[in-house]
C-alpha cells in the first residue's frame, strides 16, 4: 500500500477514526539498544500524516529509535470483539524547547479535562526540553471482524495491509 493510501485510509476509515478518538493509548513496539523488543503504552495523536508523541530526551527508547527506527504502534479495543489498527512505520525524532503542544494534546485524551491543569503544570515544571516523535506509517491493517479479519494471508495481498 502506498503512503498517500495509507493516509486516506487513516483519514477516512470509520473504524480507525473511532480508535484515533479513543481514551486508549497506543501501543509502540521497537528494539532496545541490546537488541531485545519493547512494547510500551504511549499517549499519541494522528496529525492527518503522521503519529506524533512526545518523551523526555533521555527516555531509553530515544536512544533505541535513533539506533533502529523501525516500529510497530498497535490500537486497539479492550472489548470482544475488538477494534484493532497494526501499523508498522519509522520515527523521526525532533528535539525541541519546553513542552510540545502535540504532547499536551496527545495525553488529553488519556489524562482526562479533570485533571489536565494539573497535569499540565506538572509536566511544565518538570520539563525543559523534550523529543517529539512522528512515525510515519509504512504499512497498517485495520481488523473489525465484521469486514476485516485476521487470518491467513493470501501471499499476493500479503503487504497491502488488507485481510
Known amino acids: 500500500m502506498r503512503y498517500e493510501a495509507i493516509v486516506e485510509l487513516m483519514n477516512t476509515d470509520p473504524v480507525v477514526q473511532k480508535l484515533l478518538r479513543a481514551p486508549i493509548p497506543a501501543r509502540l513496539a521497537y528494539i532496545a539498544t541490546d537488541g531485545s523488543p519493547r512494547a510500551i503504552p504511549v499517549s499519541y495523536l494522528w496529525n492527518g500524516k503522521a503519529f506524533v508523541f512526545a518523551s523526555p530526551t533521555n527516555a531509553p527508547k530515544i536512544k533505541a529509535l535513533t539506533a533502529n527506527p523501525k516500529v510497530a504502534l498497535t490500537v486497539d479495543t479492550t472489548v470482544f470483539t475488538p477494534d484493532i489498527l497494526l501499523v508498522r512505520g519509522v520515527a523521526a525524532i525532533e528535539v525541541v524547547q519546553g513542552i510540545p503542544d502535540e504532547y499536551v494534546e496527545a495525553s488529553r485524551r488519556i489524562v482526562g479535562e479533570e485533571r489536565m491543569e494539573e497535569w499540565e503544570r506538572t509536566v511544565r515544571a518538570q520539563m525543559s ?35
Open 129 to 163: 526540553e523534550m523529543a517529539v516523535i512522528s512515525i510515519t506509517p509504512t504499512w497498517i491493517k485495520v481488523i473489525d471482524f465484521i469486514t476485516r479479519f485476521p487470518g491467513p494471508v493470501d501471499p499476493a495481498r500479503r503487504e497491502t495491509g488488507r485481510a
